[in-house]
């Protein structure tokens, strides 16, 4: 292999750090490994182990993300205000309620049905699902072996991206049933924790988060939100 050991070990996590900050999105280990001169296993625990020392310095103004196949520095999500301002940026929105529940209840029972999202809400959630999959915060993941084939949907590495995790477990742990696709309900496993809201986005662009509201959390401008979920939820029922 041309590329094995371009760089010395010593300068393993400098250069990892370079090729993300220039990125400015998710990195493959893949793409590491093959440009770092390493096995894609041996730069996924090198990452890792950096992350961890990387996001203990609490000076800094950005994180590093770590996913299941990838690895991203964002920026952090209380330094929005002035990177918006630096940076001139307008674009931008927030989601509302109804999405933030949607996107809830997707990510604690995942894979699920719409009808089980209509089921929990006790409303018609075509609108805000189709809405979060144009923005790539869910996707459909297969169909549903019954009658009429229904999709199920899952969160997507975006989802986690914009609300600054590496997994689904690192949620906070909610003491609710959820139910499998096929019907069974199981316990709700996932360990305590508290989800960093909004610090996650890339190092070109702003970060979710920024504008304090009781309801709406920011996403990055990658993402359009200027809709009004719920406004067009309520002409959707009653159409």
Known sequence: ?????????????????????????????????????????????????????????????IMMLTFETSAQLCTKEKFLPLIKEALG????GNLSASSLEVLAIIAYNEPVTRAFIDTVRKVDSAYVVNNLCEKNLIEACGRLDVPGRPNIYRTTP????????????????????????????????????????????????????????????AIDDDTDLNEDDTAEETEHKDT
Do not use: W
């Open 89 to 92: 940026i307008r674009k931008g």
């Open 1 to 61: 292999m041309d590329n094995v050991q371009k760089i010395e070990n010593k300068d393993t996590e400098s250069a990892i750090e370079a090729v993300l900050f220039a990125a400015g999105h998710p990195v493959a280990y893949s793409k590491l490994a093959e440009v770092l001169g390493f096995t894609e296993a041996t730069i996924k625990k090198k990452v890792k182990a950096f992350a961890t020392k990387y996001n203990a310095v609490s000076g800094r103004g």
């Open 158 to 217: 975006t989802f986690l991206r914009c609300f600054g995790i590496d997994s689904l477990e690192q949620l906070p742990y909610v003491d609710v049933p959820r139910a499998k696709p096929e019907g069974e309900i199981i316990p709700l496993e996932i360990p305590e924790g508290e989800i960093p809201v909004g610090e996650s986005d890339n190092n070109e662009n702003t970060v979710n988060g920024g504008e304090d509201s009781e309801n709406d959390i």
